[in-house]
């Protein structure tokens, strides 16, 4: 994504969020399932690092925070709208000498964007997937900046194929007024390619509805090459077709 791009995500992250923010958490938790479960699941060691890429209002921060007292926890985020909810959450919890927050954009996630050079043990999507422009480019970057035992845990929107035809056409429209944009081929290809992991790796909501993912570096390059063959193969079928 370019410098104006990103800008203009920025922009569009504000836009969208500058009065949201206020009731986000109130009206999200009807919708966002999961989140609790995959923070449950992290097991981090003492002294782990963790990075939630789109912390939002910094509600998953203060869990994780007290969940795991000794970790080091930071939270990212291209909504400076947002940001600044996520940094009065931490003040009434107390915890906002524990967790640094920076703006900026998942496709170019580094620890250098706090300052430091030790790679994350832990990088959480927690529904910002379907948010993120260039959503394969942040997959690699997390997997760049991962330590060679860290994982990427993921929850986001399924293909939400098991809530019938209407409730699935109903529910992405009201997504699309979100800017949320479900990423079916990421669940899809995640299926396809780890048939024999795929208990111990992947969960699937009911209804399709979301998914909860935890996997390698080496996972996420095979996951994020795959998807682009595929398309590519959809995009020449198209054209040999036409």
């Not at 640094?100 to 043990?121: I, V, W």
């Not at 009911?206 to 390698?216: D, E």
């Amino acid at each position: 994504m370019s410098s104006s791009d990103s800008r203009g995500h920025a922009a569009l992250m504000d836009s969208v969020y500058r009065r949201q923010r206020y009731i986000y958490d109130l009206t999200r938790k009807y919708y966002l399932f999961g989140r609790d479960r995959m923070i449950r699941d992290l097991s981090l060691a003492p002294d782990a690092s963790v990075v939630e890429v789109g912390c939002g209002t910094g509600r998953n921060l203060v869990q994780i925070a007290r969940l795991y007292p000794q970790a080091k926890i930071y939270g990212l985020d291209a909504s400076s709208e947002m940001l600044k909810t996520a940094t009065q959450s931490l003040k009434r919890a107390g915890l906002e000498s524990r967790v640094a927050l920076a703006q900026g954009y998942a496709e170019a996630l580094s620890p250098s964007m706090f300052g430091h050079s030790r790679p994350f043990d832990a990088i959480l999507f927690p529904y910002s997937l379907s948010m993120i422009p260039d959503w394969k480019q942040a997959l690699r970057a997390a997997a760049g900046a991962l330590s060679p035992s860290g994982r990427v845990h993921v929850v986001d929107f399924g293909d939400l194929t098991g809530l019938g035809r209407i409730g699935e056409h109903t529910l992405r429209a009201w997504l699309a007024l979100f800017h949320v944009s479900p990423r079916t081929e990421l669940l899809q290809t995640f299926e396809s390619n780890t048939q024999n992991e795929r208990s111990r790796n992947l969960k699937i909501l009911p209804g399709r509805y979301a998914f909860i993912l935890n996997c390698t570096a080496k996972d996420l390059y095979r996951l994020t090459d795959a998807v682009a063959d595929e398309s590519q193969g959809v995009g020449k079928s198209s054209e040999s077709s036409g």
